[in-house]
């Protein structure tokens, strides 16, 4: 017998559902195999982190809030048992994500050269000044 077919959400009808006594959110990207739906009503009171924080970002997108944390596998494991389907997304939200992805996959990586070229010019500038200073008081 062939397995059901996970039922898709719309962002809209997630978003409903965003009290203590009905609570989804949606994780996941294309890296973990796609956005989807849990309901995690009555995992509230056992989060370890506490109700608030699943509750902040209740009815919402909570990738990466949840990738940002740190989650451990066994966090993953237990999520898995809350899932109620998959995030359903027209055309124009998959290009979207898409982008998104893509803008901060790019994104990390130039900004460190940024700063380290700030601090070698500082360093080079107190350099010269320091140097230039001491010639002048030996002189």
Not at 96 to 112: D, H
């Amino acid at each position: 017998m062939a397995p059901e077919p996970e039922k898709e959400y719309t962002m809209e009808e997630v978003s409903k559902h965003n009290k203590t006594e009905d609570c989804w959110l949606v994780i996941g990207n294309d890296a973990t195999g796609g956005p989807k739906v849990y309901d995690i009503t009555n995992y509230l009171d056992d989060h370890p982190g506490g109700a608030e924080v699943m509750l902040d970002v209740s009815g919402q997108d909570a990738d990466e809030f949840f990738e940002d944390i740190g989650h451990s596998n066994d966090a993953r494991d237990e999520l898995k048992k809350h899932m109620i389907g998959t995030l359903k997304l027209s055309p124009e939200e998959i290009e979207k994500r898409r982008l998104e992805a893509e803008k901060k996959a790019n994104g990390g990586g130039g900004g460190g050269m940024g700063a380290i070229a700030v601090v070698v010019a500082v360093v080079a500038a107190g350099y010269f000044y320091y140097k230039n200073n001491i010639e002048q008081a030996e002189a």
